[in-house]
Structure formats: C-alpha cells, structure tokens
C-alpha cells in the first residue's frame, strides 16, 4: 500500500479514515472504530467543528472543567478551563478559594492596541521617503476606509501607521507599523485585510503620484501581516492583603506565616532573575491562562508568543508576575498582553466556546483579558506557593493518581479504596501497580 497519497483533502471523511486506517495503523479495525466513534452524533454540529481545520479526520477530546469561586473586581465567575495537566484545575480552584476570603483579584486593562506591519524593499533615499510619507499615509488611510468602517462604527478602526527604518541593518529594508484597536474582536483577520490592502495601495501610490522622480517609483512589498507582539494590549491582575491574613499560607507544611511570605515572595524574585527559573515559573502562569484561553475559542499561540515576548522585553527573559511585602502590605501581581476577543473567529462558532463566553456573563474582550490574566495569577500563586512549601509532587500526584488508576483498568471499588491509601503515601506508578496488584490478589494493600 502507498503511504503518500494525492487529492488526499478531497476524500470523503469516511474515505480519508480507511486510509489511514489500512495505511499506518498496527490494527487498523480498532483504529477506524476510535476515530469514528469520537464524532459528534449530530451531523450540524459536527459539520462545524470539521470546518475549522482541513483533513478533520475525528474529533480530540479533552475535558472542560470549571474553576468555581474567583471573584474578580468584585464579581464572582465560575471560569472554564480546557486543559489535560491534572492538577491545574485543583490549583486554581483552590486559589480562588484562597482569595475569596482576602478581597478577591483585582484587575485593570492598560491598553488595547494591536499592531500589524507591512515589510517592504526600496531603493531611494530614506529621507525622501520619509518627505514621502505624509501623503502616502493619508493615501493609505483613504484607501481602506471601506475595511475600517465597521470597526469604526463599534469605536475602533486604524489608529496610526508609523514608517520605520531599518536600512542601516538590512540594505533598503522598511517597515510599516500600524497600530489598530479591534474591540471585542481578536482582529487578526481585519488587520491582515487592512495591511494587504497598504500593501497594494502604497504600489499603486508610488507609482502614480506626482512628485516622484522614476527612479524612486519601484517598491518592494515583502509581507503583510499583523505581529503577535501587542506589548501595549497590556492586562493587569493582582491580589492584595495584610500580612497578617497570610498566616495559614503555609499552614500544611508546618511553616510560620511571615516565613512562607517570605519564601513565595523569594522565589517570585527568583524567576525575575534566573531565566531557567523564569521559563517554568512563566509556564505555570499560562496553564492557567491556556486553559481558558482555549476554553473560550481565543488563539492560544498568539497569548503564548506576545507573553513570552513581553517577558524578554528587558533583554532577558523574566517572570511576568512580582510579589513583595510593603508596610505589611503583601501585593502579588501578573502584568503581561493578551491579545484576545470575545467576537468572531471560534468563539462564535465552537458550541463551548460559546457556553464558556456565556457562563462568564459574555464578556468584552477587556474584561476576559482581566478574567484571563486572574486566573494566570492564581495558577502562580498556587504553583509557587506548594512549591515554597509543601512541594508540587504531593498536590500533582494525588490529582495524577486516577489517570495512573485508569491506565491500569482500576475499577470504581479499587480507585475508592486507592484514593483512601494514596492520600498517606507517595503517589507513584509503580506504587499504585502493586497496589492494584496486592488488591487483586487479596492479599490486602502494600
Ligand atoms: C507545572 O505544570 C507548572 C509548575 O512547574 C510551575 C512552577 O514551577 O512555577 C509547577
């Protein structure tokens, strides 16, 4: 059989299954069964989730839980979350809880402007150029009136385009940077349009306008695209209490209360400085913001790539979150863009995504960026706090514990009584195994 195959994307889904299935399956009965089974059974709703990618093939499921309890600027949410790490759930969950009592998260937008380029080659003077531009930005800006003008209409639109350059790095290399607020809408779509459309105009403007000696009327457009760096669609979130109201941080590890400040606080210092430490303490602050990012259809690529950006953005990578003790005042707080929507894209079309909007009291894309950026702090705040006290393994195992109960075919009986034990004992693979063995045996646990 042909392991390579032409015309594949216009297959049948049924036809596209049965090949694999002959082709790169060890059983490929069992094979063609699972994929079929994990289709919707309602063939609409089904026919929407294949639209979102090409050769869908099956669907992938992982679960959609809910993280009650995280009261944020006041008001209370049950978030979703949509992640497969065992333990992320439970962490922010119990942090929430853990500020329900000390005043909840507070948080604040602090810009939402999202940027776009439009790269380009020429081979003039760049003083010329930049006598040019004037023109050639109002030209610009007329040009796309027709693509801006709904955005406009909801408050948003173009707001600037700057011509930067970069001749002195890349010989005849320019750039365009425009800056746009796209309102609920993530906009990516309606950035790019917009710059395809600069692209297009700025050749037709070089070559028709007067004023311009021929041989400057060449330009070059290299790409049009927006930039998933949005340093300024910038979110804050932090939470805030007495000293004193931390006493039980540390409660289960035995630890005074002014020592586990102080630890936490130590650590968050850490990972502002060591780029090792930074890299992991910034991973645990977007399992969090993940989870919902994906939960609500929002593009958890573009989050990920502009965070980690914005946390190089001293020239070395740094934790997005600082905690520190003022007056006995304790302030923990995460400050990172996040470019997302609550308009368009999946977020209309994926049917959960739309529960997970809707149970958020259908947000603006301002205030799931403040939503958003809570729950990452939360994330951290759990992480950081077991990790200065009793260690990530004992919360993290115990949650890993069904999934290992579960790869060994535990039954309900066996995972009661396993969740009974383990809650005394080291959670490991090979401990749970003899155990279900001991169990099976009769000869009673460990
Ligand atoms: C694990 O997914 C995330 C942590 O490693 C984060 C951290 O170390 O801060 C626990």
């Known amino acids: 059989m042909a392991k390579t195959i032409s015309g594949f994307s216009k297959l049948s889904k049924r036809q596209k299954i049965e090949w694999l299935a002959a082709n790169f399956f060890q059983n490929p009965v069992a094979a063609e069964a699972e994929l079929v089974a994990w289709h919707r059974r309602d063939e609409a709703q089904q026919r929407i989730i294949d639209g979102f990618t090409e050769n869908a093939v099956s669907n992938f499921t992982l679960p959609f839980s809910v993280a009650p309890n995280f009261l944020i600027n006041g008001r209370a949410y049950a978030v979703p979350m949509v992640i497969e790490e065992s333990s992320v759930v439970a962490a922010a969950s119990s942090a ?28 003039g003077r760049p003083d010329r150029l930049r006598a040019l531009f004037p023109a050639l930005k109002t030209h610009l800006v007329a040009s796309s009136n027709d693509l801006t003008a709904k955005m406009r209409q909801r408050g948003g639109g173009l707001l600037d385009i700057e011509l930067l350059d970069f001749t002195h790095i890349e010989p005849e290399y320019y750039q365009f940077r425009a800056s746009f607020n796209t309102c609920d809408s993530m906009g990516a779509n309606f950035i790019n349009s917009v710059l395809e459309r600069f692209g297009e105009q700025m050749e037709f403007f070089m070559e028709t306008a007067e004023g311009i000696a021929d041989h400057e009327r060449d330009v070059e457009v290299l790409m049009c695209i927006l ?31 002014h020592a586990a400040v102080d630890r936490f606080c130590t650590a968050v210092r850490i990972a502002a400085i060591d780029p090792y430490r930074a890299t992991t303490h910034n991973k645990g602050i977007f ?46 707080e995460l400050e990172l863009p996040l470019p997302i929507g609550t308009v368009g894209g999946l977020t209309a079309l994926h049917p959960l995504a739309k529960q997970a909007l809707d149970m958020l009291g259908n947000p603006s ?18 992480a950081v706090r077991s990790l200065v006290t009793t260690g990530i393994q004992q ?52």
């Open 287 to 332: 399992n969090g913001i993940d989870a919902v990012i994906l939960a609500t259809g929002n593009d958890f690529r573009a989050v990920e790539a502009c965070g980690h950006t914005y946390a190089c953005r001293s020239g070395q990578y740094r934790s997005l979150s600082r905690a520190w003790v003022e007056n006995g005042l304790f302030r923990f």
């Open 227 to 257: 930039s998933n760096y949005n340093p300024n669609c910038l979110v804050r979130a932090w939470v805030e209490c007495s000293e004193n109201e931390l006493e039980d941080l540390a409660r289960d590890a035995g630890l005074p209360g």
């Open 365 to 382: 894309a301002q205030d799931l960026m403040m939503i958003v950026a809570a729950v990452g702090l939360a994330q951290n705040f759990a």
């Open 395 to 446: 919360g993290h195992m115990r949650m890993h514990l069904v999934n290992i109960l579960n790869h060994l075919g535990a039954t309900e009986d066996e995972t009661t009584a396993a969740q009974a034990h383990f809650c005394r004992q080291t959670v490991s693979f090979s401990g749970v195994r003899t155990f279900l063995e001991n169990a099976r045996s009769g000869s009673g646990v460990t």
């Open 96 to 123: 929430a809880k853990f500020w329900l009592d000390r005043g909840g998260f507070h948080a604040e937008v602090c810009g939402v402007v999202k940027l776009g380029q439009v790269h380009f080659r020429w081979a």
